[in-house]
């Protein structure tokens, strides 16, 4: 799989363009990956994260946070190219 280069935190429009350091995905059934983030925008979004969860505009199981440090070793089962895309999106929305 590929992982994303940048922090998927958007300002406005703007995307953050720090290289990220954590992975988020949610694990319903399968584990989908959402997002990745900077060291700086873990909150923020976490929050907007549990925001489209109440929304049901993604998945809504527990919160796996991890070190993409470690996930690059690991499989992540699924496409998670694909989800990646389409929830990356959502999170740039406001
Ligand atoms: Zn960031």
């Known amino acids: 799989m590929t992982l994303p280069t940048k922090c998927s935190f958007f300002n406005q429009d703007t995307q953050c ?9 949610v694990i319903e059934k399968e584990e989908y990956l959402i997002g990745v983030s900077c060291l700086e925008h873990l909150e923020p979004i976490k929050y907007k994260i549990k925001k489209l969860q109440q929304t049901k505009s993604i998945p809504n199981g527990r919160l796996k946070i991890e070190n993409i440090k470690m996930v690059s070793t690991n499989c992540i089962k699924g496409s998670p190219e694909d989800y990646l895309d389409v929830y990356s999106k959502r999170l740039s929305e406001n």
């Open 17 to 25: 363009d720090i290289p990220p350091t954590y992975i988020l995905s």
